[in-house]
């Protein structure tokens, strides 16, 4: 199977990360892009650990606000980009509620 580049918002998340682990145990390359409001960061720094730095890449941004998180990333990883998981979310009623406006 050819190798892939995957966009995961919310990847330090739960599923995110899970999801991350497959692809990258896969040798797909891996775009994470979270604010780590509700992801935790031993998620992220377990996957730093199994990949390699340019197998995974991880972007802290806030996928609310304008495009400004796109600047990080090189023109080459956003053309490549084969599939998005686009999972950032807060997690319950309560964290969303607190984050609104």
């Not at 050819?2 to 899970?18: A, D, E, Q, R």
């Not at 991350?20 to 031993?42: K, M, P, W």
């Not at 400004?68 to 964290?95: R, T």
Request: one cysteine or more; charged letters at 15%; hydrophobic letters at 40%.
């Amino acid at each position: 199977m050819k190798n892939h580049t995957v966009l995961i918002t919310g990847g330090s998340g739960f599923i995110g990360s899970h999801l991350a682990e497959y692809y990258l145990t896969q040798n797909h390359s891996v775009i994470i892009v979270d604010n780590f409001c509700t992801g935790l960061r031993s998620n992220a720094d377990y996957l730093k650990g199994i990949s390699s730095s340019e197998k995974l890449t991880i972007v802290e941004a806030d996928v609310s606000k304008p495009w400004g998180w796109v600047q990080n990333l090189s023109s080459e990883s956003l053309q490549n980009i084969n599939y998005v998981f686009h999972l950032a979310s807060p997690a319950s009623p309560p964290l969303y509620q607190e984050m609104a406006f």
